[in-house]
Each structure stands twice: as structure tokens, then as C-alpha cells.
């Protein structure tokens, strides 16, 4: 249930505004053409370009002030905002403006009986809320696809990524501004304190959609309390079972993109199972390549001997470690008697973000393409291709672990609703 201790009056004043400036630019957003929309968003990511030097020594006062106070590596890889990530997001919204517009797409339509010409279009949302931890380019893809989905945009990112989030959010409103779109189709929600974030939480009727984007803590938060409509972001503790009939040199290609290509991401591998007939040679291989790439093995006490004897250090499993998002140079690992095992395991720990299987077998592949209830399911592939641009989406809002409305990477389409629209010549109901 929503808390019931009161919201201060001055967050939910200035609640209010933004919401109001939100949903005048939402209407005038619904107007735009494409043409329109893909030359804003060049014009967004020419001008992050233009203001790199802007960004990062903004980025910098973040990433110290937040190193000092003692924040975890895999957060302070995530805050980061290089010239090279200030370029890919730049990119990332070039990217956006080259897919097609989803604004006026009809989903379905039909004759009816009485001669009425029925239609189901695509629409925008309306107003889209974020609220999101220490990831700065959460801001430029939220905006960017909010944009050319026709909605307007209210920010609300960690405080450790403030000063480089009023930055970018300051570069993309007068870049807006001088092609005389209106600047509050990107707003930030820049006010300390959990009182704001509860203001835009409760502002039903005012925002359309709110998309939490961070830790559990986060999401659970927002979900649990908020009265806007919600859609689910899940964290990601992710699986890959290496099956009886793996090729086993595909399935340490997979294994270690999976785990160690970027650790603090939601798309990493977290736990890694292995079919006890192919154990005896698929572990050796797989510890080895993990234990050189500084992977810590949590297993059980059976698995110590070989995980140290491949060179990884050894830690005991309990629980938590099936149950964990590790976002870290560490794994857990078990060995599973059967395929059932391997999805009952599945089941029970899983965050129901993507899981893997390695395998040669078709049977086996479909079984777990069947039966894994995750968003993304990957046969013979890293877990790491969850991923809108990877699937060809341009960037994402997040990753929806929910059933409705949305499911796996949010794009341009998940960010739009639909409207009937209904063209007769005098019709009247008998």
C-alpha cells in the first residue's frame, strides 16, 4: 500500500508543475512528424557531442565525490561517463532516429458487418516518468525514445549522478529549444529529498506510465508504493546451464562473454549450471577460463577441489548466492543430474530476467525455451544479447520482467498505447 505519512507541500507543488508543462509538451509532441522527431534527436546527439567536455567534468565531480564516500567499483563503472560513452550515447540516438516512427501504426483493422471501418493505432503514452539509480545514460536513451514515441519525459535519476544529469538534461532542452520544440518535452526531477519522488510516485491521472530502473530496493519501492501505472523492471540474476550435449569450447565462449564481458550490467550472467555427465570436462575448461578472467566460484564444498586445482578461488555457496545479483567478478556455479534439475533451479532463483542454455540438443533447447518463464530465453548465445540495441530496438528504457503490456527490452513500441479509431457514413446502432 502507498505510505500514508504526508507529502510536503512544496515537492508536491513542484510535482505539479512539471507534470502540467509535461502534458501541454505531450500534446504538442503527439503532433510531430517523424521528419521532425529524427531531426531533434540528431540535433540531441550532435549537441551531447558538442558539450562532451561539459559532460564529463560534470560526470568527474560525480564519480569523485561518490569514490570517496565509498561507492562499489561495478557503481562507479556505471556512473562513468567517458567521452567514449558520451559518444555512444550520442549514437545511441542517432540510432533512434534512423527506426521507424511507432506514432499512427495500426495494429489491426476490419470491415465491420454495417460497413464501419475499424482501425487499432499506435498512440503515444502521454506523460513518461523515470526514476532510476546511478546511470547517467539512462538519461539521454529515456529522453531520446521518449521523444520519438511521441511522450513527454519527467527524469528523476540517483543523486549520485546529479551533477551530470543537470547537465545533460540542460544540453538536450536547448538543443529542443532551437528547433522551436518545446524544451519540457525532457524535464528533470531535480529536488533533494524522498518526498519528490514520492509526489511524482503518487501523481495519478497527471503521469501515464512510471519505469523504475535500478537495484531491487528501487524497484520494489516503486512498485509497492506508487499509484501511476507501473511497469517492472527486473534485476538480473541470470543463468546459463551448460547441457549434457554442449560443445563445450561454445560453451566457454559463452560462459565467459556472459560473466565477464561487463559485470555491472543486469544482462550478466550470475549463476552457471553444468549437467553432471559432461561435468568431469566441461568444469576443468570453465573454471580455468573463469579463474584467468578473476572470477570467484560460489559452489558447493564438492566443487572446491576442482575449482582450485583450475586456478579460481573458491568460496561456499549458501542461499543468498543463488538468490544474488552480483553485478561483480563472481559466480555461482552447481552441478545439476538432468535437465529437470536445471529448470527446477531455474525456477526457484531466477529473476525471470534471461537464462541460457548451451546445447546441441534440439530436444533439450526446446524444453528450455518451453518452460523458462524468463523475458529473454537464449539458445547457444550470451545472456549479454538481451539488449534493444543488440536486437536491433535502438536503445531501451529497461528491461520489463512483468507479463503486461511489456515483456524484455522497452522500446519505441512498449512506449506507446493504442486508441480504436472508427470511420462509418451515418451508421446507428439497431
Given at each position: 500500500?502507498?505510505?500514508?505519512?504526508?507529502?510536503?507541500?512544496?515537492?508536491?507543488?513542484?510535482?505539479?508543475?512539471?507534470?502540467?508543462?509535461?502534458?501541454?509538451?505531450?500534446?504538442?509532441?503527439?503532433?510531430?512528424?517523424?521528419?521532425?522527431?529524427?531531426?531533434?534527436?540528431?540535433?540531441?546527439?550532435?549537441?551531447?557531442?558538442?558539450?562532451?567536455d561539459e559532460i564529463v567534468a560534470a560526470n568527474g565531480r560525480d564519480v569523485e565525490?561518490?569514490?570517496?564516500?565509498?561507492?562499489?567499483?561495478?557503481?562507479?563503472?556505471?556512473?562513468?561517463?567517458?567521452?567514449?560513452?558520451?559518444?555512444?550515447?550520442?549514437?545511441?540516438?542517432?540510432?533512434?532516429?534512423?527506426?521507424?516512427?511507432?506514432?499512427?501504426?495500426?495494429?489491426?483493422?476490419?470491415?465491420?458487418?454495417?460497413?464501419?471501418?475499424?482501425?487499432?493505432?499506435?498512440?503515444?503514452?502521454?506523460?513518461?516518468?523515470?526514476?532510476?539509480?546511478?546511470?547517467?545514460?539512462?538519461?539521454?536513451?529515456?529522453?531520446?525514445?521518449?521523444?520519438?514515441?511521441?511522450?513527454?519525459?519527467?527524469?528523476?535519476?540517483?543523486?549520485?549522478?546529479?551533477?551530470?544529469?543537470?547537465?545533460?538534461?540542460?544540453?538536450?532542452?536547448?538543443?529542443?529549444?532551437?528547433?522551436?520544440?518545446?524544451?519540457?518535452?525532457?524535464?528533470?526531477?531535480?529536488?533533494?529529498?524522498?518526498?519528490?519522488?514520492?509526489?511524482?510516485?503518487?501523481?495519478?491521472?497527471?503521469?501515464?506510465?512510471?519505469?523504475?530502473?535500478?537495484?531491487?530496493?528501487?524497484?520494489?519501492?516503486?512498485?509497492?508504493?506508487?499509484?501511476?501505472?507501473?511497469?517492472?523492471?527486473?534485476?538480473?540474476?541470470?543463468?546459463?546451464?551448460?547441457?549434457?550435449?554442449?560443445?563445450?569450447?561454445?560453451?566457454?565462449?559463452?560462459?565467459?562473454?556472459?560473466?565477464?564481458?561487463?559485470?555491472?550490467?543486469?544482462?550478466?550472467?550470475?549463476?552457471?549450471?553444468?549437467?553432471?555427465?559432461?561435468?568431469?570436462?566441461?568444469?576443468?575448461?570453465?573454471?580455468?577460463?573463469?579463474?584467468?578472467?578473476?572470477?570467484?566460484?560460489?559452489?558447493?564444498?564438492?566443487?572446491?577441489?576442482?575449482?582450485?586445482?583450475?586456478?579460481?578461488?573458491?568460496?561456499?555457496?549458501?542461499?543468498?548466492?543463488?538468490?544474488?545479483?552480483?553485478?561483480?567478478?563472481?559466480?555461482?556455479?552447481?552441478?545439476?543430474?538432468?535437465?529437470?534439475?536445471?529448470?527446477?533451479?531455474?525456477?526457484?532463483?531466477?529473476?525471470?530476467?534471461?537464462?541460457?542454455i548451451v546445447t546441441a540438443d534440439r530436444a533439450a533447447a526446446r524444453r528450455w525455451?518451453?518452460?523458462?518463464?524468463?523475458?529473454?530465453?537464449?539458445?547457444?548465445?550470451?545472456?549479454?544479447?538481451?539488449?534493444?540495441?543488440?536486437?536491433?530496438?535502438?536503445?531501451?528504457?529497461?528491461?520489463?520482467?512483468?507479463?503486461?503490456?511489456?515483456?524484455?527490452?522497452?522500446?519505441?513500441?512498449?512506449?506507446?498505447s493504442t486508441k480504436w479509431v472508427v470511420e462509418g457514413d451515418g451508421q446507428v446502432?439497431?
Amino acid at each position: 500500500m502507498p505510505p500514508t505519512d504526508p507529502i510536503d507541500p512544496a515537492a508536491r507543488e513542484l510535482v505539479t508543475a512539471l507534470t502540467t508543462r509535461a502534458r501541454a509538451a505531450a500534446r504538442e509532441l503527439a503532433l510531430l512528424p517523424r521528419g521532425r522527431k529524427d531531426e531533434a534527436l540528431r540535433a540531441l546527439a550532435d549537441a551531447l557531442v558538442d558539450a562532451t567536455d561539459e559532460i564529463v567534468a560534470a560526470n568527474g565531480r560525480d564519480v569523485e565525490r561518490e569514490t570517496a564516500a565509498g561507492m562499489r567499483p561495478n557503481l562507479i563503472d556505471r556512473l562513468t561517463l567517458g567521452p567514449d560513452r558520451v559518444a555512444a550515447a550520442a549514437q545511441g540516438l542517432r540510432d533512434v532516429a534512423g527506426l521507424p516512427d511507432p506514432v499512427g501504426d495500426v495494429v489491426r483493422g476490419s470491415t465491420s458487418p454495417t460497413g464501419l471501418q475499424v482501425r487499432q493505432v499506435r498512440v503515444p503514452m502521454g506523460v513518461v516518468g523515470m526514476i532510476y539509480e546511478a546511470r547517467p545514460n539512462v538519461t539521454v536513451d529515456a529522453a531520446g525514445l521518449a521523444l520519438k514515441s511521441g511522450n513527454a519525459a519527467i527524469l528523476r535519476g540517483g543523486s549520485a549522478a546529479e551533477h551530470t544529469n543537470r547537465v545533460l538534461v540542460a544540453v538536450m532542452r536547448r538543443a529542443l529549444a532551437t528547433l522551436d520544440i518545446t524544451p519540457d518535452a525532457v524535464q528533470l526531477l531535480d529536488a533533494p529529498g524522498r518526498d519528490a519522488v514520492r509526489a511524482l510516485m503518487t501523481a495519478r491521472g497527471e503521469v501515464d506510465l512510471l519505469i523504475p530502473r535500478g537495484g531491487a530496493g528501487l524497484i520494489q519501492t516503486v512498485v509497492t508504493e506508487s499509484t501511476v501505472p507501473t511497469i517492472e523492471t527486473g534485476v538480473g540474476n541470470c543463468h546459463v546451464y551448460v547441457d549434457a550435449a554442449a560443445d563445450l569450447e561454445m560453451a566457454e565462449r559463452i560462459v565467459l562473454n556472459a560473466k565477464t564481458h561487463r559485470t555491472s550490467v543486469c544482462n550478466a550472467a550470475e549463476s552457471l549450471l553444468v549437467h553432471q555427465d559432461v561435468a568431469p570436462q566441461a568444469l576443468p575448461r570453465l573454471l580455468g577460463a573463469l579463474g584467468a578472467a578473476g572470477v570467484t566460484i560460489h559452489a558447493e564444498p564438492s566443487l572446491r577441489e576442482v575449482t582450485e586445482r583450475a586456478g579460481a578461488t573458491w568460496v561456499e555457496a549458501t542461499d543468498d548466492d543463488w538468490a544474488a545479483e552480483y553485478l561483480s567478478l563472481d559466480l555461482a556455479v552447481r552441478v545439476v543430474p538432468s535437465l529437470d534439475e536445471a529448470l527446477d533451479h531455474v525456477r526457484r532463483w531466477s529473476s525471470g530476467h534471461t537464462d541460457a542454455i548451451v546445447t546441441a540438443d534440439r530436444a533439450a533447447a526446446r524444453r528450455w525455451v518451453t518452460e523458462v518463464d524468463s523475458a529473454a530465453v537464449m539458445v547457444n548465445a550470451s545472456t549479454r544479447f538481451t539488449d534493444g540495441a543488440e536486437l536491433g530496438f535502438g536503445a531501451e528504457i529497461g528491461i520489463s520482467t512483468q507479463k503486461l503490456h511489456a515483456r524484455g527490452p522497452m522500446a519505441l513500441q512498449e512506449l506507446t498505447s493504442t486508441k480504436w479509431v472508427v470511420e462509418g457514413d451515418g451508421q446507428v446502432r439497431a
